[in-house]
């Protein structure tokens, strides 16, 4: 594995959850498919496993301490991410490469439509 790649790619992931709240599935799971060449479901754990606390914790200190977190709601996403975490996870490692490859890219694909044709 090419560890200095893997900092890049972490650092970037991080500079744009910063920016945006963006950063696992978004930035750090297709870099780790396409750089480091794992497959989907691997980039996927990996990528759940290394934001548990950077993103967690530490990055949303910034935006904590300026009043810009609005605790009830991310208390009520935390307990939704927990179950569906669970759940996702559990299904995820019951399907294909290619299913688990082809869904990652038509949920980026919505994704980005969305952010282009909303108003």
Not at 92 to 109: C, D, N, S
């Amino acid at each position: 594995m090419d560890f200095l790649l893997a900092l890049l790619i972490g650092t970037a992931a991080g500079v744009l959850s910063g920016f945006f709240g963006i950063g696992g599935g978004v930035v750090v799971v297709p870099a780790l498919v396409l750089l480091l060449g794992l497959s989907q479901l691997q980039a996927t754990a990996t990528s759940l496993a290394a934001l548990l606390l950077p993103v967690g914790i530490l990055g949303v200190l910034n935006y904590y301490r300026v009043g810009a977190v609005n605790l009830p709601v991310a208390g009520l996403l935390a307990l939704g991410l927990l179950v569906g975490t669970y759940f996702g996870s559990r299904v995820a490692l019951t399907l294909p490469e290619a299913v688990l490859r082809r869904g990652f890219a038509i949920l980026l694909i919505l994704v980005a439509l969305q952010l282009l044709l909303r108003r």
